[in-house]
């Protein structure tokens, strides 16, 4: 089992910059990708971004596209989501994700553990 733990949520105001962190501990050894999701009040959970083993590759939404960095550490066991330009559509619970394998996903389903989340809201 993974535990992933995430830190640096808050409040910004719009405009404003945060950068997410996540801590993976437990049976970390072997090859997993990192992604990022978020939910927004009354909305599904939905995919930011995601990061491959190597941490050569990447993926973003649309939304999150030029704005947003996903990195990771693999040394740390961390992975980190830079957000630059927030906007109040950016608000919502934000959940690291581990997938076994070295595939970028984008599907909910794919990831086999998940962090509790931690709060950002984007105030205009």
């Known amino acids: 089992q993974v535990q992933l733990v995430e830190s640096g949520g808050g409040l910004v105001q719009a405009g404003g910059s945060l950068r997410l962190s996540c801590a993976a501990s437990g049976r970390t050894s072997g090859a997993y990708t990192m992604g990022w999701f978020r939910q927004a009040p009354g909305k599904e959970r939905e995919f930011v971004a995601a990061?491959?083993?190597?941490?050569?590759?990447?993926d973003y939404a649309g939304s999150a596209r030029g704005r947003f960095t996903i990195s990771r550490d693999n040394a740390k066991n961390t992975a980190s989501l830079q957000m630059n330009s927030l906007k109040s559509e950016d608000t919502g619970i934000y959940y690291c994700?581990?997938?076994?394998?070295?595939?970028?996903?984008?599907?909910?389903?794919?990831?086999?553990?998940w962090g509790q989340g931690t709060q950002v809201t984007v105030y205009a």
């Open positions: 990061i491959n083993w190597s941490g050569g590759r990447a």
């Open positions: 994700a581990g997938a076994l394998g070295t595939v970028l996903q984008r599907l909910r389903a794919a990831y086999d553990y």
